[in-house]
C-alpha cells in the first residue's frame, strides 16, 4: 500500500479555504486517493475520493496532480465545524486489497 | 437509514480478561472492518470480513480475532487483555466495492486496567 505525507497541523481563518496537502509519491495506477476527517471522539466520515481526476462534491474538491504524486484537498469555506483531524489514504483497487492505511493525519484547527 | 451502531459504547475490562466488541453495519453493507485507535499509534487496521470470511487482516497478534455472521453483523474478541490493548475500537461498514467509502460507528472505548 502506497504511503502518504501530510502536515502535522495547520490553522484556517473561519469563512476562507481550507487547503489540506497530501504526498503519495509511491501511488500506483489503480489506487485511489480517500480524504476522511476525524472530529474529536467521532468515528472518521468520509469526505471525497479519486482516482486521476479533480473531483468535487458538496463537501470538498478534490485535486489530484497530473503525476498523481499529490494531491490537495480544499474546503471552500471553512466553518469552525471542519475543526477536526483529516486523513489521506491512498488505496488500491485490485481485488484483495482492501484494508485502508491510516496516516498521522493533518490537524486543521478553525479559527474565529 | 440506521448508521453503523457499535455496542458496548464503554467498557472496562482488567487484565487476563476478554472481551467482545459487537458491530451491526449499515443494511444491505456486507463488509465490516475493523481498527484499533490509540494516541501513540493512531488508527490501525485489524481486519475485515466480507460475506461471512475474512478477506484482509492487518499486523495484530492471535489475541485479536473476529467473525462475520450470515446477518452481517461482526464481532471481534479479544483474549488475554493487556495495559495496551486499551483504545477505541472503531468498526466500519461498506458495500464491499473496490470503491466503496467506508461508514464508521461511533466506536467502543476500552479500558484496560
Known amino acids: 500500500d502506497a504511503k502518504t505525507t501530510q502536515p502535522t497541523s495547520m490553522d484556517c481563518a473561519e469563512g476562507r479555504a481550507a487547503n489540506l496537502p497530501c504526498n503519495h509519491s509511491?501511488?500506483?495506477?489503480?489506487?485511489?486517493v480517500y480524504w476522511y476527517r476525524q472530529i474529536h471522539s467521532q468515528g472518521p466520515q468520509y469526505i471525497i475520493h479519486g482516482l486521476k481526476n479533480n473531483e468535487t462534491n458538496e463537501m470538498a474538491s478534490l485535486i489530484i496532480t497530473e503525476d498523481r504524486k499529490s494531491s490537495t484537498l480544499i474546503l471552500p469555506h471553512a466553518t469552525l465545524r471542519d475543526t477536526a483531524v483529516y486523513y489521506c489514504?491512498?488505496?488500491?483497487?485490485?481485488?484483495?486489497?482492501?484494508?485502508?492505511?491510516f496516516g498521522t493525519g493533518t490537524r486543521l484547527k478553525v479559527l474565529a | 437509514k440506521a448508521g453503523v451502531t457499535q455496542t458496548p459504547r464503554y467498557l472496562i475490562k482488567t487484565r487476563g480478561q476478554q472481551v467482545t466488541l459487537s458491530c451491526s453495519p449499515i443494511s444491505g453493507h456486507r463488509s465490516v472492518s475493523w481498527y484499533q485507535q490509540t494516541p501513540g499509534q493512531g488508527l490501525q487496521f485489524l481486519f475485515e470480513?466480507?460475506?461471512?470470511?475474512?478477506?484482509n487482516k492487518g499486523n495484530f497478534p492471535g489475541r485479536f480475532s473476529g467473525r462475520q455472521f450470515s446477518n452481517s453483523r461482526s464481532e471481534m474478541n479479544v483474549s488475554t487483555l493487556e495495559l495496551g490493548d486499551s483504545a477505541l475500537y472503531l468498526c466500519?461498514?461498506?458495500?464491499?466495492?473496490?470503491?466503496?467509502?467506508?461508514?464508521f460507528g461511533e466506536g467502543s472505548r476500552l479500558t484496560v486496567l
Open positions: 470480513y466480507f460475506s461471512e470470511t475474512q478477506r
Open positions: 466500519a461498514s461498506s458495500n464491499g466495492d473496490h470503491t466503496g467509502e467506508l461508514f
Open positions: 489514504i491512498v488505496r488500491g483497487s485490485t481485488s484483495g486489497t482492501y484494508k485502508y492505511i
Open positions: 509511491t501511488i500506483s495506477g489503480n489506487e485511489y
